[in-house]
C-alpha cells in the first residue's frame, strides 16, 4: 500500500463546497488503495481575520496567546473534513497538533518542529481511516500551543511525510505548479515537470508564494519526494526531486527566472579603505533590521573604496538616513542611492556543468540595451540589478534566450 501524505491550504477548504470536493477526492484515493494522511490550512481568510480579531483588542497580544487564537482556525477545518468524509461513510479522524504530538521548541508565532510521534498516526491508518491532521501548530515541552509561522502548514505536510516515511507528499494549492517564471509577466512561461529543491529555494520569490520555503527545506534534508498540485483541476503538477550526485549533467540549463520589483541600492564613495569598513556600514543597517541583499566592494584605489548595496525599497529613507550619519565618522565622500532597481535571477542546476551560461544573459541583456548595474552569483544562480523599467522587457528575453518557451 502507498502512504501518502496530501495538504490542503486555504483556498482549497475556503468553503462547504470547496471541503465537500476535497472529501469526495479523498474517498476516491483511499478506493484506490492508497493510505492517506491529510493536513489541512484554515478555511481562506480566516488566519487573518483571528489576528485582526486580537489587534482589535490589543496592540501587543502575548505571543502565546495569539498562538491559542490562530490556531483555531486549522482546528475547524479537520473537525469539517472529518464530518465530510464520515458522511461518505468513509472512517476519519481529526487531530490538532497536539493530539499527534507535533512536539516543537517554545518559540511562538515561528515555531521549528522538533519530532512527532507517528504512533498515533499509524494506528489509525491500520484501521482504515484518513488521518486529518491540523497544519501550522504543534505543542512545546510545557504543553503550550505553538504555531509554525505564516504558511506554516507546508512544513507540517512535509513533517509528517518525512516521520512516517511517506511514498509522496502532495500540496495541494491554488496553483497546478511551479513555473519557469511568472506567467503575467511571460505568458508562455510553462509549469515544470520537476525541479530540484535547492533550485526551488533559490525560486523563492516565485516558489514562496507557493510553499512555505521553511517546508523546502524541511524536504531537502529528509528528501521527502514533494509535489505541489492544483487542487482546482488535474494535473501531475511540479515535482520537487534531489539531485544525485553528477545528474546535473543532463539537467537543463536554466530552470527559472526569479525577479523582484520594489528594490533600492545605495552606495557610499569615497570610504577610507581599512579593515572593518564594511562592518561598520553594514552593522548599523543589520541593527536596523534591515535586510542587506547584494552587496559589492570595489576594489580600491588610492587607499579609498566605494561600498553598493541593495535594499527593500522600504528600507530606503531609512538606509539613506543611516548612511549619510555615517559618512563624516567614516571620512567617506558621500552616499548616493537608486530607489528604482529591480533584481533578476536566473536559476538552475545545470550551471555547475556548463560555462558561458551568465555570459549568455549579459548578451542577451546587451543586445536589448539594458544596462546591468550590478551582478551577484552563486554556485546555481546569477541575478543582476537592472533599472526597474526594463524589468518585463528583461524577464521576456531572458525566458526566450535560455529555452525556457519552448516546450
Ligand atoms: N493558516 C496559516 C496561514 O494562513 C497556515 C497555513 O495556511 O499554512 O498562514
Ligand atoms: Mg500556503
Redo the contacts with the bound molecule.
Keep these: 500500500m502507498t502512504l501518502i501524505v496530501e495538504k490542503f491550504?486555504?483556498t482549497s477548504v475556503g468553503s462547504v463546497e470547496r471541503i465537500n470536493a476535497v472529501a469526495d477526492h479523498l474517498v476516491k484515493k483511499f478506493a484506490e488503495g492508497e493510505q492517506l494522511v491529510v493536513v489541512v490550512?484554515?478555511m481562506s481568510g480566516e488566519?487573518n481575520r483571528l489576528i485582526k480579531l486580537a489587534n482589535d483588542i490589543t496592540e501587543k497580544p502575548s505571543a502565546r496567546e495569539m498562538d491559542v487564537l490562530v490556531s483555531t482556525?486549522?482546528q475547524v477545518t479537520i473537525a469539517l473534513l472529518s464530518m465530510a468524509l464520515q458522511e461518505r461513510e468513509q472512517a476519519a479522524r481529526s487531530y490538532t497538533g497536539g493530539q499527534v504530538s507535533i512536539k516543537t521548541d517554545g518559540v511562538h508565532s515561528r515555531a521549528r518542529i522538533l519530532e512527532i510521534d507517528a504512533k498515533k498516526i499509524r494506528s489509525d491508518l491500520d484501521k482504515g481511516r484518513i488521518v486529518v491532521v491540523a497544519?501550522?501548530q504543534g505543542i512545546d515541552s510545557s504543553g503550550n500551543i505553538t504555531t509554525l509561522g505564516?504558511?506554516?502548514?507546508?512544513t507540517t505536510a512535509v513533517a509528517i511525510a518525512a516521520a512516517l516515511k511517506a511514498d509522496e507528499c502532495r500540496i495541494y494549492t491554488d496553483v497546478d505548479g511551479i513555473y519557469t517564471t511568472d506567467p503575467r509577466v511571460v505568458p508562455q512561461a510553462r509549469r515544470l515537470e520537476s525541479i530540484t529543491a535547492e533550485e526551488m529555494l533559490e525560486l523563492s520569490s516565485l516558489g514562496a508564494k507557493v510553499l512555505?520555503t521553511r517546508s523546502v527545506e524541511f524536504a531537502g534534508k529528509y528528501h521527502v519526494p514533494l509535489r505541489v498540485l492544483s487542487s482546482f483541476v488535474d494535473g501531475p503538477g511540479t515535482l520537487i526531486t534531489y539531485e544525485e550526485e553528477g545528474s546535473s549533467m543532463e539537467a537543463p540549463l536554466i530552470s527559472g527566472i526569479a525577479f523582484q520589483r520594489d528594490e533600492a541600492k545605495l552606495t557610499i564613495r569615497g570610504i577610507p579603505d581599512h579593515p572593518g569598513i564594511a562592518h561598520q556600514v553594514l552593522g548599523p543597517i543589520s541593527e536596523a533590521h534591515i535586510n542587506v541583499d547584494v552587496i559589492i566592494q570595489n576594489a580600491s584605489a588610492k587607499g579609498q573604496t566605494d561600498l553598493t548595496f541593495t535594499v527593500p525599497r522600504d528600507d530606503y529613507e531609512s538606509c539613506m538616513e543611516i548612511l549619510n550619519g555615517l559618512v563624516t565618522e567614516l571620512g567617506a565622500r558621500d552616499v548616493k542611492g537608486d530607489d528604482r532597481i529591480a533584481k533578476i535571477s536566473i536559476v538552475g542546476v545545470g550551471m555547475r556543468s556548463h560555462t558561458g551560461v551568465a555570459n549568455t544573459m549579459f548578451k542577451t541583456l546587451a543586445d536589448h540595451d539594458i544596462n546591468i548595474q550590478m551582478i551577484s552569483t552563486s554556485e546555481i544562480k546569477v541575478s543582476v540589478i537592472i533599472d526597474e523599467t526594463h524589468l518585463e522587457r528583461a524577464v521576456q528575453t531572458l525566458h526566450k534566450a535560455f529555452d525556457l518557451d519552448s516546450v
Design positions: 491550504g486555504g490550512s484554515a488566519t482556525g486549522e497544519g501550522f505564516r504558511g506554516g502548514s507546508d512555505q
